[in-house]
């Protein structure tokens, strides 16, 4: 029974470790589909076409080559390298040595690969810290990524890094035991870069490589388990988000915003005196005699995929360092609307948790988060959503709150209120009467 324990602590623990992290997602995708409804089902073809290029191909990453290979490198390795996560898993349940070398000289090829991958992503995050830290790019210090967001950038990285180190070394003392001809060490797999580490261990006995085998191979599981349920509390979780992310992506034409439909039946009405005011279609998220609400001042007016934006961020910093406002010294940052976004959507559905449904807490994403100078600092260029390397729109966002200020607060700048004023009374933003429109010509 004795030989079983840690058979059955491994299954506990990866049985914790899952179901945690279930929980967790079951709370993310609650909080999305708080979201209002929006129409995202159309042309499967094209947005299959997408996530495989933007999530898993990463063509809008390696428009900055230095940072986008360097992503490319540390996505696909660490990916390929927890293919080998199956074989320890199925190695901890059954207490077997490497299951999968049945494989052969397949699978020499493949520890081989995971060696150099590994390797290469510690490399990588290296020179990923390197640029946080010491060559410190202004994007990573702007002052909304002060506090947790940069320490949750730089905790992914140490992360990674303890990761592979852990699994060279789990290798190298493996390679070492297998040559010593140990028990349980049968002859498995090709190392080319634990046979470079494993002559550090030449000496230990075997009972010494054994503990730092086992450590190693389970620090290793533990902690891909930790960083796994740490997805929830970080950024990261782009790394699973951003494919039903660049999946239900815009597919409209940059710059083209949607119409509300209130409004747009209002127009239709005063177009044509004839229609029936009553038959006009009501939206499916209204009450019925609940007055529609123009545009957002908090997340639930949002719609899902804008929330899905706001959990799939990267805090990469791209948009604010295209952002003209940014650059021209505004209140602004793209990067800022999706983090705040998502600081709210989570505190909403903290408040969910706490009382089984939502309970008004006196605050909203509008003016608790995000002020309306940042809102009137964008200039709807759209640089920030040309720029996202997993096709976030932080513009929508801006749009719908600045539909709430006018239309709902009639608080737009005045330079804004009076050229909209100019357009209703005269036909056309300046203060003339039409009549006087081509008086310019006669001078
Ligand atoms: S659309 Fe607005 S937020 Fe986005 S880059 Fe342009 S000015 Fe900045
Ligand atoms: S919105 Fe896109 S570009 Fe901006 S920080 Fe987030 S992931 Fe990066």
């Known amino acids: 029974?004795?030989?079983?324990?840690?058979?059955?602590?491994?299954?506990?623990?990866?049985?914790?470790?899952?179901?945690?992290?279930?929980?967790n997602i079951r709370k993310v995708i609650r909080n999305i589909r708080l979201g209002k409804d929006v129409e995202r089902s159309n042309n499967k073809k094209e947005r299959f076409k997408n996530m495989l290029m933007i999530a898993l191909g990463q063509s809008k990453m390696v428009r900055r080559p230095i940072s986008g290979i360097?992503?490319?490198?540390?996505?696909?390795?660490?990916?390929?390298?927890?293919?080998?996560?199956?074989?320890?898993?199925?190695?901890?349940?059954?207490?077997?040595?490497?299951?999968?070398?049945?494989?052969?000289?397949?699978?020499?090829?493949?520890?081989?690969?995971?060696?150099?991958?590994?390797?290469?992503?510690?490399?990588?995050?290296?020179?990923?810290?390197?640029?946080?830290?010491?060559?410190?790019?202004?994007?990573?210090w702007n002052p909304e990524m002060k506090g947790w967001p940069k320490n949750d950038g730089n905790l992914i990285l140490y992360f990674e890094m303890i990761l592979m180190t852990l699994f060279l070394v789990m290798n190298a003392a493996d390679l070492q035991l297998q040559e010593l001809g140990a028990d349980h060490y049968s002859k498995a797999g090709a190392y080319p870069i634990s046979q470079i580490i494993s002559p550090l261990f030449n000496g230990m006995s075997e009972l010494s490589l054994i503990i730092l085998e086992r450590t190693s191979w389970w620090l290793h599981i533990i902690g891909i388990i930790i960083f796994l349920n740490y997805l929830y509390f970080s950024k990261h979780l782009h790394?699973?988000?951003?494919?039903?992310?660049?999946?239900?992506?815009?597919l409209n034409p940059k710059g083209e915003l949607d119409n509300l439909e209130a409004v747009t039946n209002e127009v239709k009405l005063m177009m044509d005196p004839s229609a029936d005011p009553f038959a006009a279609p009501v939206d499916d998220d209204q009450t019925e005699g609940e007055p529609e609400k123009f545009g957002a001042s908090d997340v639930t007016d949002l719609n899902w995929v804008q929330l899905l934006n706001a959990y799939t961020c990267t805090e990469c910093g791209r948009c604010t360092s295209e952002c003209p406002?940014?650059?021209?010294?505004?209140?602004?940052?793209?990067?800022?609307?999706?983090?705040?976004?998502?600081?709210?959507?989570?505190?909403?559905?903290?408040?969910?948790?706490?009382?089984?449904?939502?309970?008004?807490?006196?605050?909203?994403?509008?003016?608790?988060?995000?002020?309306?100078?940042?809102?009137?600092?964008?200039?709807?260029?759209?640089?920030?959503?040309?720029?996202?390397?997993?096709?976030?729109?932080?513009?929508?966002?801006?749009?719908?709150?600045?539909?709430?200020?006018?239309?709902?607060?009639?608080?737009?700048?005045?330079?804004?209120?009076?050229?909209?004023s100019n357009i209703e009374n005269n036909g056309a933003p300046w203060p003339f009467n039409q009549m006087d429109r081509l008086n310019w010509s006669d001078e």
């Open 1 to 23: 029974m004795l030989q079983y324990i840690p058979n059955i602590l491994f299954i506990l623990i990866l049985g914790v470790g899952i179901g945690y992290f279930t929980k």
């Open 70 to 140: 360097l992503h490319v490198v540390v996505y696909i390795g660490f990916i390929i390298i927890n293919i080998e996560v199956l074989e320890i898993i199925i190695d901890g349940i059954l207490g077997t040595h490497r299951i999968f070398a049945f494989l052969g000289g397949f699978y020499d090829f493949l520890i081989a690969s995971f060696e150099v991958l590994a390797l290469l992503v510690l490399v990588g995050v290296i020179i990923f810290w390197t640029r946080r830290n010491i060559i410190k790019l202004k994007r990573f």
């Open 239 to 250: 790394i699973l988000l951003a494919f039903p992310n660049t999946y239900y992506g815009d």
């Open 325 to 420: 406002a940014n650059q021209t010294g505004k209140k602004l940052s793209p990067r800022k609307i999706m983090m705040d976004t998502r600081d709210r959507l989570k505190e909403v559905g903290d408040i969910i948790d706490k009382n089984g449904s939502f309970v008004p807490d006196g605050k909203e994403l509008l003016n608790d988060y995000i002020t309306p100078e940042e809102l009137w600092a964008c200039t709807s260029c759209n640089a920030c959503v040309e720029t996202c390397p997993v096709s976030i729109s932080p513009l929508s966002i801006i749009i719908d709150m600045r539909r709430y200020l006018v239309m709902e607060q009639s608080a737009a700048p005045s330079d804004l209120n009076n050229m909209m």
